[in-house]
C-alpha cells in the first residue's frame, strides 16, 4: 500500500509494516530427509488453522536438529497466517498461538508474526479483517495457487495504534465478536427449527388439528377403535375421518416405467423430462407418460433422513425411470394432499434394507391414508402451504441474516482498523514513540558472532 494512498490515522495511530511492529518467518519446508529421525517433534500447518481457531485434532511429526528446533519452535502469542492457498478466501486465514503443544514447531505453509509493538491479539484481527477482504489476495503472487510470501507479509502496512488503545479495540471486539456469534448460533440453528415446525403442521394437518374449527362443533372426535389401524387409534380422528391403505387411495403406473439395466443404451430423449438416471431404451414412445401424476421415490437414503422431498409432482408428458414410483390419486382424494401426505409419514417400519433403504409397491399395502371429505381435504392443503409459506420465508429470512453478520463482523473490524471503534486517550503514548523505542532496542541489542560452525538453515521461500 502506498502512502498517498494510506487512510489518514487518529491522532497517535502510525502506518508502520509487519517486520516493523515484529518479528516475521515462515515456517521449516518438509522434506523426505526429515521424514524421521533422533528428533521428532510436531508441527501445525496450513490444515490446523481454520476461521474458528486452531484445529489439533491431526497433528504431524518431522525431525527437527536443535538449530532449527530454536528457530521454529511456537511460543504461546505467535500469529499464524495461511501462507497459501488455491482459494482466495482461504489466502491470510489466521490463528493464535496459546501453547496449546509443548515443543511446537511449525511449517512452511505457515507465516508466523512475532508481536513485538502490538498485542498478538490486535495483529490477529487486522490479518484477519486483511484476509476477509482480500486484501493479501491483491498483493500474492503466483496464478492458480496465491501466495503471500514472507517478504510479501514483512513489507505489508499495518496501522498502529498506541498499546493501551489497542487493548479498549480487542476488548470491544471480543465483546461485539460474541453477540454475532450468539447471534450465529441461533440462525444456524433455524435450519433445525424449520424442519420441526414442517413436521409439526404436517402432523397437525393430518391428525384433523388444524382444521378442527373449521369443521365446527357439530363434528365430534372418534373415540379410541380397534378398527381404525393401530397408528390412528390415539390419533383422535373427526367422526368424519376413515381410513385406507395407499394402495387403494392411489391408481399405480408403475408398469410403464422406464426399466434401466446395464446394457441399456440411450437411443433419442426428445424434448421431455426424464425423471432420473440417464440410461434409456428403445422403443421409448411406449413410456412416455402424459397428464397429472405424483413420483414417490423409491429407494435412497433419503426415505430415512428426509433432508428433501420424496413425493413431487409431474405434468405433462415426461418419463420415469424405475427408481420413482408413480401413481394418480383416486376420486376419493386430492392429489396435493396425497403429496403432503407421503412427506408426512415416518417410512422406517416400511423399507427394506439399511444401506440402500427400498419402498416396495408392496408397502404401500401397510401404509394406511386418512381421508377426509374432499372439500376438508382442499382446506387442510391451503392450511399447509400458507403454514410452509411462512415457514420457508422465516428460513429465507435467517439466510440473509446470517450474511449479514458476517458483513457486520467485517464492518467491525474496518472501523477498529481506522480509530472509529473505540475513543482516542490524548494520554497513550503516541505509537510513533513505541515503534521508535522498540527500534533503538533492536539496533542496540548485541548481534552474536557467527562461528565457522554449522550455518542455520534457511526455510525455502
Not at 482498523?417 to 541489542?445: H, M, T, Y
Request: charged fraction near 25%; glycine fraction near 8%; aromatic fraction near 8%.
Amino acid at each position: 500500500m502506498n502512502e498517498e494512498i494510506q487512510p489518514k490515522l487518529p491522532s497517535g495511530w502510525c502506518w508502520s509494516r509487519f517486520d516493523h511492529i515484529g518479528a516475521v518467518g515462515l515456517g521449516r519446508q518438509r522434506s523426505p530427509a526429515n521424514h524421521t529421525g533422533p528428533s521428532m517433534r510436531p508441527y501445525v500447518r496450513a490444515a490446523n488453522v481454520t476461521w474458528h481457531g486452531l484445529d489439533l485434532t491431526d497433528v504431524k511429526e518431522m525431525n527437527f536438529d536443535e538449530a532449527d528446533f530454536a528457530r521454529f519452535q511456537l511460543r504461546a502469542g505467535d500469529v499464524l497466517i495461511n501462507e497459501g492457498s488455491g482459494s482466495a478466501t482461504e489466502v491470510g486465514k489466521p490463528a493464535i498461538w496459546k501453547g496449546e503443544i509443548a515443543d511446537c514447531c511449525f511449517q512452511n505453509t505457515l507465516l508466523r508474526v512475532q508481536p513485538t509493538a502490538c498485542t498478538s491479539d490486535f495483529v490477529y484481527n487486522y490479518i484477519k479483517f486483511c484476509a476477509r477482504g482480500g486484501g493479501f489476495v491483491a498483493s500474492t503472487q503466483g496464478v492458480s495457487i496465491y501466495h503471500i510470501g514472507r517478504e510479501g507479509l514483512a513489507k505489508y502496512p499495518v496501522p498502529v495504534a498506541p498499546l493501551p488503545e489497542q487493548q479498549r479495540i480487542v476488548s470491544r471486539i471480543h465483546s461485539l465478536s460474541a453477540k454475532s456469534k450468539n447471534a450465529r448460533n441461533h440462525l444456524d440453528n433455524a435450519a433445525n427449527l424449520v424442519e420441526k415446525y414442517r413436521k409439526a403442521i404436517l402432523r397437525a394437518a393430518f391428525g384433523g388439528k388444524i382444521t378442527k374449527e373449521w369443521r365446527g362443533p357439530q363434528v365430534r372426535e372418534r373415540s379410541a377403535s380397534t378398527k381404525l389401524p393401530a397408528e390412528f387409534r390415539n390419533a383422535n380422528l373427526p367422526d368424519t375421518w376413515e381410513t385406507t391403505p395407499l394402495d387403494r387411495a392411489v391408481h399405480n403406473h408403475d408398469a410403464r416405467r422406464i426399466p434401466l439395466k446395464k446394457d441399456d443404451r440411450v437411443k433419442r430423449q426428445g424434448a421431455y423430462p426424464y425423471y432420473g438416471a440417464s440410461g434409456i431404451i428403445d422403443h421409448i414412445d411406449d413410456y412416455i407418460y402424459d397428464g397429472k401424476y405424483l413420483l414417490i421415490a423409491e429407494d435412497g437414503a433419503n426415505l430415512l433422513s428426509r433432508s428433501t422431498s420424496i413425493a413431487f409432482t409431474a405434468m405433462g408428458k415426461f418419463w420415469v425411470n424405475n427408481h420413482a414410483h408413480i401413481v394418480q390419486p383416486n376420486e376419493n382424494y386430492d392429489h396435493d394432499f396425497i403429496r403432503y401426505y407421503i412427506e408426512s409419514v415416518d417410512l422406517r417400519p416400511y423399507v427394506t434394507g439399511s444401506a440402500q433403504p427400498k419402498l416396495t409397491q408392496g408397502a404401500f399395502e401397510r401404509i394406511f391414508v386418512v381421508c377426509p371429505p374432499r372439500n376438508e381435504q382442499i382446506e387442510i392443503v391451503r392450511r399447509i402451504e400458507n403454514a410452509l409459506a411462512w415457514i420457508d420465508r422465516l428460513a429465507a429470512e435467517a439466510t440473509s441474516a446470517r450474511k449479514l453478520i458476517a458483513h457486520l463482523d467485517q464492518a467491525v473490524l474496518s472501523k477498529a482498523f481506522c480509530g472509529g471503534l473505540v475513543p482516542q486517550d490524548p494520554n497513550d503514548e503516541p505509537a510513533s514513540v513505541l515503534l521508535e523505542r522498540i527500534k533503538g532496542e533492536k539496533n542496540g541489542a548485541v548481534q552474536p558472532r557467527r562461528g565457522r560452525g554449522r550455518p542455520p538453515s534457511v526455510a525455502r521461500f
